[in-house]
């Protein structure tokens, strides 16, 4: 962002001598750091670019989840190279910082449950994808919806929650199941029940 503020500075300076007049502005550039040295994180990354016609396009929550992601891989490099100068061993050389994407380069979307709803088992994309609904058949709240782009084609991958079961208390029975060949399943218990032995041996010879 700062290369491309002093090249439009730069340009600009250029058109003023064509012009013969004088440039007033002054070339100021974005400090990602703190006066720590430390990065600034998604809060100044959205501030940022939350006024810019490529984060406008996007539905609010999308471009979030984008800027999310990038913030994750820089914080990901910074962690990166705090262990790189630890321990050189581990790594094959210094950790790069992420990369630009190519012009035509594509990027990873993802929708949260405000921007796809699930109801009778599909999944309902919002208005800019043409309402398009994929069938689903999972029984839990849905949490993200993502879109990963691929050499030739898409890979859809749906987060969902799954509500965890109240665990039943412990009320000191238990049963044990040991599964094997010539004996398909030995169950026993700490109850007084009677063993149950099923034998494997039929089910081996079918096989």
């Avoid at 705090?82 to 050389?93: R, V």
Wanted: one cysteine or more; a positive charge; charged letters at 30%.
């Amino acid at each position: 962002f700062n290369e491309l503020r002093e090249v439009n500075f730069q340009k600009a300076k250029q058109r003023a001598i064509e012009q013969g007049k004088e440039l007033n502005k002054k070339l100021k550039l974005i400090n990602y750091f703190n006066e720590n040295n430390k990065y600034l994180g998604y809060d100044f990354l959205e501030y940022l670019v939350k006024d810019g016609i490529d984060y406008k396009s996007l539905m609010a929550q999308v471009s979030q989840q984008t800027l999310k992601l990038l913030d994750k891989n820089w914080i990901s490099f910074f962690e990166s190279i705090k262990d790189w100068s630890k321990h050189k061993e581990k790594y094959n050389g210094r950790p790069k910082l992420p990369n630009y994407k190519k012009k035509n380069g594509k990027n990873i979307l993802v929708f949260t449950n405000q921007n796809c709803k699930q109801k009778e088992g599909y999944i309902q994309f919002p208005k800019c994808f043409n309402k398009y609904e994929l069938k689903t058949n999972i029984n839990a709240k849905l949490q993200q919806v993502r879109i990963l782009p691929r050499n030739k084609h898409y890979v859809i991958e749906v987060i969902y929650k799954i509500e965890k079961k109240e665990k039943l208390n412990d009320n000191g029975k238990y049963i044990s199941i040991d599964v094997g060949l010539d004996n398909f399943a030995t169950v026993v218990n700490n109850i007084g029940l009677k063993p149950i032995i099923i034998n494997g041996k039929g089910l081996k010879s079918i096989n």
